[in-house]
């Protein structure tokens, strides 16, 4: 799972790791624009590079006598951009929950048939319902991170609370994520706000908050998982703010690098399985989808790639290793009393500005 803010949707991005598929057939103008039938026999997947288990695949392959073709990116930019271009044709696509409404709009989805997805009651009640998809017309929810502080501890052992970064205090080495969504919403969790808020008073004072922070002696600059991580296993820095997934690679490599999730809430992003519109087999992409939410293939994919699961049948199911940490299984009152805040899609206006000016002032100090 990797993050980036939603900027320039139609801006086209470079795809890596992509499959050859069949090009769609074009639409005369004023025509509905044709959807080609598929075979039933090959599935198309759009999906965040090394974010399946292949184990998974090769079992949903030899059960339903089907090939999956999956074809990655590495941005939700990218994937808007590929499937608004037109120039290719998949079945399910696996967006981050801040772009689902997005895709609605712009009319890539087609509504899930509940029916078929009678695995869909092993979801957690509180990831059902979310206000990014009431009652769950179109996505289902598949992997989620909160973001939290990565440390290790042979260099130092924080509190478990944001002041370690945007309190007054300078004495420890810092990063932060290359993510404007996330960096100004820590800095409004800290604060006691949403981090969705679109109160201008509000991120006045982050921003305030912002300056400060990356003045600081202590901070290091914005990066990525794999360099904090890399940065924490050299101990270089003290403190990285990071997805707790991202880090659990570093953890089974060195178990004194650790993370945790600061007592302020912090904020957490859920990736959804969804049906394209143009779909040209919607029965094998439901077929999929509940292939996933069942309990057994739920725990195996989440044991694959070191990210929490929704799926409540799954949960003890899980490797120990997983279970164990804190900062993968958030409290469930967590997800009800405002700790964790989903990112969420931004109005255009004023506070659209005002988000995209603090991080343009940041990145250039």
Sequence with gaps: MKRAALSALLVPVLLSGCYRVEKPAQAQPGEATPVTR?????????????????????TFEKQNGVRVVLDTFESNEAMLAKLQGGGAQYDIAVPSNYVVQTMIRAGLLQPLDRGALPNLKNIAPGFLNAAYDPGNRYSVPYQYAAT????????????????????????RTFVLLDDPREVIGAALKYLGFSANTTDVAQ?????????????????????????TRNKLLARRIDLGQIYVGDLLIATEEDENVQVLLPRQGTTISMDTLVVLRRSPNPELAHRFI??????????????????????????????DFLKDIP????????????HLDFIGELPSG????????????????
């Design 350 to 365: 004023r506070p659209q500005r005002l988000y995209d000016r603090i991080w343009t002032e940041l990145k250039s100090q």
């Design 327 to 338: 900062a993968l299984n958030p409290p469930p009152a967590w997800l009800t009393d405002g």
């Design 148 to 171: 939290g502080l990565a440390y290790n501890t042979q260099r130092y052992v924080p509190q478990d609370t944001w002041a370690e970064i945007f309190g007054p205090d300078d004495t």
């Design 203 to 227: 991120l006045r004072q982050a921003r305030d908050l912002l300056r400060r922070v990356v003045a600081k002696q202590g901070f290091q600059g914005f990066d990525g998982g794999p360099g």
């Design 38 to 58: 598929g075979d039933g026999r090959t599935l198309r997947v759009f999906i965040w590079s090394e974010y399946i288990d292949p184990d998974l695949v090769k």
């Design 290 to 319: 509940n292939f996933i939410l069942d309990a057994d293939n739920g725990a195996q994919l989440s044991n694959y790639t070191y990210y929490a699961t929704p799926n409540a049948a799954a949960q003890p199911l899980l490797d």
